[in-house]
């Protein structure tokens, strides 16, 4: 048989052809390039295979690399072509090259391989060698770090989304949101008349929402308040305490109204039935100003207990406004800073709630949703692209969980974190506050808060009845953990192995430099030992990618379109006494009206998953459907699925369920 009959496959959907002419160059294991180009006859059609005979009776060698180039034919627009596969027959063997992916002529020659994935040190061939070398030289000079802001993880250096390219790249298709009720307030510069007023805003967008009635019908009351602290859109803060803090003005006597009878404020610390949320990263932090009004920001400090059936309610808050002048820490027993009780005039202990309230939206909207989820996958995934060539088994594992992170965060920076976007017109930490609050929370986050057992333990949630986040999230956890740790053992038999991956420890050291800025003291993992260590941390990468963001970002609209329940700000100071506000006051505090609308407009574009989401473990890439990698995909979608299950009944018999991480709802990566 005479040289090499190669087959290029074209992809079948209908945008995948192109009019370009394609050159094809096959090397062997020898380094040696036998070339052609597709011949006029030839189309890359969609759907279309066009077979080429390449070399002569003296190629007898077998091909290492297909490389594949494209060139605009004169007088045809310049379209990407998407190619499926190369075929090589070459006598009795015929070698496949997987592609499936976009090409354009910018992208000049572009090299395909046919092995399975593997490791450097597994590599027999010099030619692959280099090819890994060469394809990580040409990722680390298009994919470039840059710094967001001092104290902040790196971001990628890339204004816009032209320079991804087509593979890097994805189409939302929305699921047909309706803002018609949301419409037409732009110009409405002024504050909520009542709160009939606001209720008439509400109704018309959230009467549909089971959840969001909900909220509207009970969020006045404290079990509810304590519900959401568990089980709301950001259930990432509220921890148990075994000693009250120095700088909470609480004392025994203050609280005991409040506890169980015959109990005592040190018995209840003693068995972990005491609570608190502390946003003293607010500290410091500049309060925005919106519609030329200065707006306000405290760093409360709010004590919870749990009471014998689980129930969590709040007993104490000492509100601590954040002044706008001062850095030193305000947040401090003072007169100024009273401490408020159920026991208060009833505005005066509302008024206190949505203080605290207002305060957790800015920590979950820029800290638990786009620090924890968004920054840390986009982080991952430029080290990723960076550090680990497409045949490392970790690259292929990782990157659709991650892929989508620099297309949703480039637009984000652009258009939500740019001048005249939602937080610059209308939430509290505006365009000043940004990396000042996430420089704050870098500086406190730890490796171990972003695991799941360890932080539910941590925070004593583990066992709490009523929080549904934590046994949810720990059983999907633990399934991506599971599939994690066998993916991990099919390429790495020791702990040897993964020790002496050069680029595998390439890429963690870029992630602890670029994203967790070289701080030892994060706990973040500078190297890995060990398989255990690894297949930890790549669970967390997609968690936090794929569940946590389900968890704090789909929940988001259910919990803030009854607007006062979560104010995105505050237009007036807390009071500096009891007893001043009335229930009509309230009003004056919250967002004005163009505010409001355009923060639930935002929320209700983020809050619903796309047309085409993907769910959590369910891949498009071929590879997945190969070999071991087929049986471990069906180990963990069979076990998602048995969640799936088990959440869906316990849902039916609650009067609010708890849906958010369901796997049937997780979407598999960062996409809004």
Not at 17 to 24: A, E
Not at 62 to 68: G, I, K
Not at 133 to 157: F, K, M, N, Y
Not at 191 to 209: A, D, Q, T
Request: glycine letters at 6%; charged letters at 20%; hydrophobic letters at 40%.
């Amino acid at each position: 048989m005479e040289g090499y009959h190669v087959t290029i496959r074209t992809a079948a959907p209908a945008l995948a052809g192109s009019y370009s002419i394609l050159h094809v160059s096959l090397i062997n294991i020898q380094g040696r390039i036998v070339s052609a180009v597709l011949d006029a006859e030839s189309h890359l059609l969609p759907g279309s295979a066009c077979t080429i005979l390449m070399g002569g009776s003296d190629d007898v060698e077998q091909v290492a690399l297909v490389r594949l180039r494209l060139e605009a034919r004169p007088g045809f627009p310049e379209l990407d072509w998407h190619c499926q596969t190369v075929e090589v027959n070459h006598g009795p063997q015929v070698q496949v090259f997987p592609c499936h992916r976009w090409l354009r002529a910018a992208d000049g020659d572009v090299e395909l391989r046919c092995e399975d994935a593997c490791l450097l040190n597994m590599e027999a061939l010099q030619v692959l060698i280099g090819h890994r070398a060469q394809e990580l030289s040409t990722r680390q000079q298009h994919i470039r770090w840059q710094t967001l802001a001092e104290g902040v993880p790196h971001c990628v250096d890339m204004q816009s989304l032209q320079p991804l390219g087509p593979n890097l790249s994805y189409t939302r298709q929305s699921p047909g949101t309706n803002l018609h009720y949301l419409m037409g307030f732009t110009e409405r510069k002024e504050p909520w008349r009542s709160f009939k007023e606001i209720e008439c805003l509400f109704l018309h967008n959230g009467s549909g929402n089971p959840v969001a009635m909900y909220v509207w019908s009970h969020w006045r009351e404290d079990a509810f308040f304590g519900y959401q602290c568990l089980n709301g859109c950001n259930p990432l803060l509220v921890q148990q305490i075994r000693s009250i803090p120095a700088n909470l003005s609480v004392t025994p006597e203050l609280v005991q109204p409040f506890l169980p009878e015959g109990s005592s404020l040190e018995l209840e610390l003693e068995t972990g039935k005491v609570f608190l949320l502390d946003y003293e990263v607010l500290e410091g932090v500049p309060p925005n100003i919106i519609n030329g009004k200065q707006q306000h920001l405290t760093a409360p400090l709010c004590l919870l207990h749990a009471g014998p059936d689980g129930t969590l309610k709040p007993i104490a808050i000492q509100v601590c406004l954040v002044l706008m002048l001062c850095t030193q820490l305000q947040q401090k027993p003072a007169t100024e800073n009273p401490v408020f009780l159920p026991s208060d005039p009833q505005p005066d202990w509302l008024l206190a709630k949505m203080w605290t309230r207002c305060a957790d939206f800015q920590c979950h909207q820029l800290i638990s949703h786009f620090l924890r989820t968004h920054l840390l996958g986009e982080v991952c995934c430029i080290a990723t692209l960076r550090q680990l060539p497409e045949v490392h088994p970790i690259h292929r594992l990782l990157m659709p969980h991650i892929r989508s992170s620099l297309q949703i965060n480039i637009q984000a920076r652009a258009s939500l974190l740019a001048p005249n976007g939602v937080f610059d017109r209308a939430i509290g930490c505006g365009l000043k506050a940004i990396p000042v609050l996430l420089a704050h929370a870098m500086a406190r986050l730890r490796y171990d808060t972003l695991c799941v057992p360890e932080d539910l333990k941590a925070r004593g949630l583990d066992s709490l009845p009523n929080c549904y986040y934590a046994q949810d999230a720990l059983k999907v956890w633990n399934a991506l953990n599971r599939f994690v740790t066998k993916w991990v053992d099919v390429y790495y038999h020791s702990n040897t192995e993964v020790q002496e991956d050069s680029e595998l420890q390439s890429w963690i050291k870029e992630i602890f430099t670029k994203g967790f800025l070289g701080k030892a003291e994060s706990g973040m993992p500078q190297s890995f030992e060990s398989k255990e260590e690894l297949s930890k941390f790549i669970t967390m990468v997609i968690f936090s990618s794929s569940a946590l963001h389900a968890a704090v970002n789909f929940s988001q609209l259910d919990f803030n379109l009854w607007m006062p329940n979560c104010p995105a700000s505050m237009s007036r100071p807390p009071p500096q006494s009891k007893g001043l506000v009335r229930e009509d006051d309230l009003m004056t505090f919250l967002p004005e009206v163009n505010a409001t609308c355009s923060v639930l407009t935002t929320l209700t574009l983020l809050s619903q998953p796309a047309a085409n989401f993907v769910p959590l473990c369910q891949y498009r890439e071929p590879y997945f459907s190969n070999g071991a990698h087929y049986r471990l995909v069906e180990e963990v979608q069979s076990d998602l699925r048995a969640i799936a299950e088990e959440i869906s009944e316990r849902n039916s018999k609650m009067e609010l369920p708890y849906p958010y991480l369901s796997p049937l709802l997780i979407e598999n990566s960062v996409a809004i």
